[in-house]
């Protein structure tokens, strides 16, 4: 789009056809000479003969120029100053048809790595339009910024100054921009070295994305251009190793935080009050469940698990959060640990009569608010399945649709309700819910499932 601003600037095409002119008047000239003669004269002209230094004036949008004055923030410059690399001017020249002339400061926090941020490039804003003169050289000149520009763009580069969006990173990585910038600080402390086709920082996108996305290596190699899946692979065999001497050590493992930190940040109350009477108690639990891998061939799977570990603890926020009615889900779960489920006992008792219903015959159920829908299901882990269970009994993912939930009410008391469930474990298996209700609250509840009769 700024090329073609450019090329329909009637004094720019005034240029260009001036220099395609003295082009036709060369080949006239030499029309009736040989070839060797052609050879020579081509030769001469573009190592001897001047390039024309007729100008042309062109209007240019021009940031503020001051040495006393930030051109992107445009405070007063007092202390911490920086000049605008020529990267930098060239870059927003070409991306947003703003010039920034040689020598204009900026305050010291716009720069990263010697570069400007891109939330600062962005910031930049044309103090005023100017008409600036540009010789047949200078034009010949941004040309060729322009190829090499074009040439250079690709959609997977993390390299300083990073113009990816933060949600191309996070889509891409997993974690921001930010925590990528940190996370690439800590690999500067390792052996990695940049190298003439790689840097650092597009080594560990590209070992961020591999971990996130478990795209092949031929895939990567397209992605980020690089000459085989082989170069791929020793990459990502180095960034392996540098994550987990300099990384991994601090952000998994009892060394990489202290008891009280554990306590602080990462232990429930709910959790504290329900298994220790001392609220200065360490509660962990420990699920192996599935970090089980008996396979030679791929050794390499435990350096990614701590990795992959390890950017949860330090990026992610924490799995465990307190809600204001935890002290009310407590004291219910104490009081009823050694009582038994009063609605079991009756089901089991009683011989009960049921029919099938719907909800529109359940006029009198409670509508509940959170925070007792969160006491029923001691949290939200359940409420973030619910959507789960509807959907097996939905025809579609729209749960707008009827649902097939076999409802049945009991004769015996029309405030006692079952549902039939599929189990999660298995599709042969269902199970029935019971609940008793009145109009203001859910009073008991339990399930023929393992388990099921806890209050």
């Known amino acids: 789009m700024i090329f073609l601003k450019w090329r329909t600037n009637s004094e720019f095409v005034n240029v260009l056809n001036h220099l395609e002119d003295e082009s036709n008047e060369n080949i006239i000239d030499h029309d009736h000479k040989n070839d060797n003669e052609n050879f020579e004269s081509a030769m001469e002209t573009s190592t001897d003969e001047p390039i024309d230094t007729n100008t042309v004036l062109l209007p240019l949008n021009v940031a503020v120029s001051s040495h006393g004055e930030c051109c992107i923030c445009r405070k007063v410059l007092k202390s911490g100053l920086c000049t605008v690399s020529e990267l930098d001017r060239d870059f927003l020249f070409i991306k947003s048809n703003i010039f920034i002339e040689k020598g204009s400061r900026c305050c010291e926090e716009h720069i990263v790595n010697g570069r400007l941020h891109i939330d600062a490039l962005n910031q930049i804003r044309p103090n005023k339009t100017v008409k600036s003169s540009f010789s047949s050289s200078d034009i010949l000149i941004w040309f060729s910024k322009f190829r090499d520009h074009c040439n250079s763009i690709s959609l997977f580069d993390f390299s300083i100054p990073f113009y990816m969006s933060d949600i191309d990173c996070y889509n891409l990585t997993g974690i921001s921009k930010d925590h990528f910038n940190h996370l690439s600080e800590k690999l500067s402390n390792s052996s990695m070295q940049n190298s003439f086709n790689r840097s650092i920082r597009n080594a560990l996108g590209l070992f961020l994305t591999k971990l996130r996305l478990e795209l092949s290596n031929k895939v990567l190699t397209t992605m980020f251009k690089f000459s085989n899946p082989k170069a791929v692979s020793r990459i990502l065999s180095t960034v392996r190793e540098a994550l987990s001497s300099e990384f991994v050590p601090q952000y998994l493992g009892f060394q990489s935080i202290s008891r009280q930190d554990v306590i602080n940040t990462y232990s429930s109350p709910l959790a504290t009050r329900l298994l220790s009477e001392d609220m200065n108690t360490v509660v962990l639990v420990a699920d192996g469940t599935y970090s089980y891998l008996q396979n030679s061939t791929i050794p390499q799977v435990r350096d990614y698990l701590r990795i992959a570990c390890a950017l949860v603890n330090a990026y992610r926020s924490s799995a465990i959060s307190s809600f204001m009615n935890d002290d009310i889900i407590v004291t219910k779960m104490l009081e009823n640990l050694h009582e038994p489920n009063l609605l079991r006992v009756r089901i089991n008792d009683e011989i009960l009569r049921w029919v099938d219903g719907d909800a529109s015959q359940l006029v009198n159920f409670p509508v509940l608010s959170i925070d007792q829908i969160r006491t029923i299901t001691v949290g939200v882990f ?15 993912t729209h749960l707008d649709n009827r649902a097939d939930f076999p409802l049945q009410i009991c004769v015996n008391d029309p405030q006692l309700i079952r549902i039939r469930f599929k189990s999660r474990h298995s599709n042969t ?15 008991n509840s339990c399930c023929d ?3 099921g009769d806890r209050k």
């Open 382 to 396: 359940q409420l973030k399945q619910a959507r789960s269970y509807c959907e097996e009994h939905c025809s579609t």
């Open 429 to 443: 298996k269902t199970y029935y819910t019971y609940i008793s209700f009145s109009t203001q609250d859910i009073l």
């Open 449 to 451: 499932c393992p388990g």
